[in-house]
Each structure stands twice: as C-alpha cells, then as structure tokens.
C-alpha cells in the first residue's frame, strides 16, 4: 500500500496555486506594475472574448494597422483593452460594393456566355473541321453540296462552276497587272489632271442642302482611277491584332479601311498560300476564325484597288464606344478564280482490327450512305491512307481497307469540301466620303456611283 495513490492534503491543494522553483520551494508573486506589458494583434471591432483566443508569437511591444488607424492592446496581467463594435456593419468598410439581383433573362444570357467563351475556337482548334454525322438524316443528304478530292492542292476544280448570282455583278480582269500598269500611265498622261500646288473650287452637285452642316473642317477629297468605281473580288493579306482578345469569325461583320473609303464587310478567312503563290488548282482551304500568329488572306465584294495599300479591320462597338482594331494588313489582288474550300471531316471509331482491315462504325449510320461515298479515300490521324470494302449490316457498319497495320486507338476519317463565297459589302454610312465625319445616304450612292 506504500505506492497507492492517496488525496493531497489541504496544505499541497494551497501550494498547486503558486509556481515553484527547482528546489520545490514557493515562488512568491510579482509586485503590482512589474509585469511586462504585451500587445496583440487584434482585428477592428473584435470583442474581449474573442480576444483572449488569439496566440500571441512574440512579447515584444507592437504596432498594428487596421483600416488604415494604429491600434495597440495591451495585456498586463488579466486586463485587456476592449474595443467597441459597431452597430452599421456597412460602416465597418467604406469599401463595399452594393450587391443587386439581375434578372433571370438577363443572368442566362451571361451565364451562357461565360460558358462558351472561347469554347468553340478552342474545339475547332484541337479538332479542326470535325463534324458529327446526324443519324436521322442521310449523310448524302446532309452533306449533299460537298466532294471528296484525291488530292487537296493538285486535284483540278473548274473555277466557274456552279457560281452565285452576285458574280454576275462583278468585274474580272483578264491580267489584272497588267491593267494597273495601263490605268496609272493613263493617269498620268491625262492633260486634265490637276497638278500639285493648284488652286481649285470644288462644287457639290446632286446632294442635299444639309450635306453641308455635317462636313467636318479638315477634310479628305480623293478621286477615282479608271475601273475603280466597279465591282469584283478583292483579297487582303491580314494579321490579327494580338491585343484584342474575342473571337473572330468568318463572316463576321466588320468595318474595313483602306486608303480613303470604308465599307461594312463579312470577310471570309483562307490560308495564305506559302510563297504568296496560287498554287496548282488555286484551291485554298477555309479558316472558320481568324486566328493569332499567322498570315490570313480575307476575302470580300468590293470595288476595285490598285496598288498595295494599307487596310484595318475595325469591329464595331455597343453604347457609342470606339471601334475596336481587329486586323492590319494590306490589299494583295483582285483574283476572282480564287478558290476558297470549306473542308468537313467525318471521324469513325475502328471497332474491329485485323492487321490492314478494320470494322469501322459511327462514320455512317445507314447501308445506302456507305455505297454512295465507298469511292472518297479514307485517312487516320496516324498517317495511314485506305478505301471502304463493303457494307456490314444495316447500322451503317464498313469494312475498310489500309496499306498498313492500324491500331485500335486511330481514328478513321473521311475530308469533304465545298466551295464558299463571300457576302455582299455596302458603303459604311460613318465616315464614307469624309475621314473623321458622317454622310448622308445620298452621300454613299454618290460614291457608289
């Protein structure tokens, strides 16, 4: 029973109160004032409570910083400063935003747009010119305006096959070149141009009174060269501005500048051709956006250009901003056998291989669509070239043949094209005449005229 536990005695329950040195015996307490003061961080506002939760790193005596006023706690023994809380929490921060609930239309229109933002370019990018083949509609059906080509740049196109009725409008040069030549020593030689340093009058004729009022001193006269009141199609050698960060379609409307006239225009994008060159068919693939990086060639309806002359692409902005800068580039040709080629790819999964054959499905959906593209060649992302051998079952099921081993994880594709064109331009109705002022619809038919 000597080790047995046993209660302590009233005199150890009167000594556990005090701290004791290594010798056991009792230290006595500090005298008042001798304590060594501390200051704690506390935040503005924090109660006494709260307070006391708050673990102190050092002793030293600090100083802190809230909302921009120097606030010291000191602690010497129990005693600790108490900061009144505020009863307006909006008082607390000057800094508070007010919060107001939007509507639901209003919140699914940013909600949605959040969502795709970019989304789209970026899929494009990483499978470019994918598409899904519908299953309740025939594939030849769906795609019944495209062609399969052996080869992209060598297989011949006829450039006037099959053309819109806006080409009916145009002007084609025989050698453009060769024109611009001949128009500018024309230009030239004319005893009736008006030589520098000569005072003129000019007379407006054919427009309202009140032309007059919306004219902005200074302001630009220019004239135009033989043909370049006439229509045809002009293609410009553009690269995107790599400050502006939407996207960019094809057919987009935009405001186009080059030399001294303005038009509203819907471009279409193509790849620039490496050289500058038109290649052996003059086929040129289509570019869904205009992307960062590269050269693009845009191509539109316009009146004729001579000469290499700069142009920007301006995007028009809501609430009475600045056009913002898309694009800069220069004017390259007025080539009407320009060929622009939008491409599909149709993908399929190979669900059964054997060496250099393979089960493919998901690339059609029905018997009749297999029959009617089994002449298109086939290709996978791996590199391997192949035709369609026969039909298997109703599902639209093939059997496809290679030139060689294809592995489970390629994917199958097929390339389709269609020729594009571009839309019609028109005048813009800010600044057609005058750099830096408006018109008038009158204004825009002159110079259309």
């Not at 919060?99 to 933002?117: P, T, V």
């Not at 539109?300 to 301006?314: A, M």
């Not at 499905?361 to 290709?379: G, T, V």
């Amino acid at each position: 029973m000597a080790n047995e536990q046993t209660w302590p005695t009233e005199e150890e329950m009167r000594g556990a109160g005090g701290q004791h040195d290594a010798d056991g015996f009792a230290i006595p307490e500090a005298p008042v004032g001798t304590t060594p003061k501390r200051v704690k961080k506390v935040p503005k506002g924090m109660s006494e409570y709260q307070a006391a939760w708050i673990i102190d790193d050092t002793d030293e005596e600090e100083v802190i910083e809230a909302d921009g006023e120097e606030v010291e706690m000191e602690e010497e023994g129990e005693e600790m400063v108490d900061f009144p809380l505020k009863d307006d929490d909006t008082e607390m921060d000057s800094r508070t935003v007010a919060f107001e609930d939007l509507d639901m239309e209003e919140e699914g229109k940013q909600l949605k747009s959040w969502r795709e933002r970019k989304r789209e370019e970026e899929d494009d990018a990483a499978f470019p010119d994918e598409v899904d083949t519908p299953m309740n509609i025939p594939a030849r059906n769906r795609f019944q305006r495209y062609r399969g080509l052996r080869s992209f740049r060598t297989s011949p196109w006829d450039p006037f096959e099959n053309l819109p009725r806006d080409y009916a409008r145009i002007f084609q040069f025989e050698d453009y070149k060769r024109t611009e030549r001949a128009v500018r020593r024309r230009a030239e030689e004319d005893p009736a141009a008006i030589q520098p340093g000569t005072r003129v009058t000019i007379y407006l004729k054919g427009v309202p009174a009140d032309a007059a009022q919306k004219i902005h001193f200074p302001f630009i006269l220019f004239s135009l060269l033989q043909h370049e009141h006439k229509k045809s199609v002009l293609n410009f050698t553009v690269q995107r501005n790599t400050e502006y960060e939407g996207a960019v379609r094809s057919k987009e409307p935009l405001i186009l500048c080059v030399g001294a006239r303005r038009f509203r225009v819907n471009p279409i994008y193509s790849q620039h051709t490496r050289g500058g060159g038109r290649g052996a068919n003059n086929v040129h693939k289509f570019e869904r956006y205009l992307r960062h990086g590269g050269t693009t060639v845009a191509t539109i309806f316009g009146p004729v250009i001579f000469g290499n002359q700069p142009c920007i692409l301006l995007k028009e902005m809501s609430d009475a901003q600045a056009p913002e800068l898309v694009a800069m580039g220069s004017f390259k040709d007025a080539d009407t056998t320009r060929i622009i080629t939008k491409r599909i790819v149709l993908s399929g999964h190979p669900f059964k291989v054997h060496r250099k054959t393979a089960t493919v499905r998901y690339m059609f959906f029905n018997a009749d669509d297999i029959s009617y593209y089994k002449p298109i060649q086939l290709h996978t992302k791996l590199g391997r070239t192949g035709h369609i051998r026969e039909s298997l079952g109703t599902h639209g099921y093939f059997k496809a043949h290679f030139d060689g081993q294809i592995s489970q994880m390629d994917t199958v594709c097929m390339s389709l094209y269609k020729r594009i064109y571009p839309k019609w331009c028109e005048p813009s109705r800010e600044g057609a005449l005058l750099v830096g002022g408006t018109t008038s619809e009158a204004d825009a038919d002159v110079m259309q005229e």
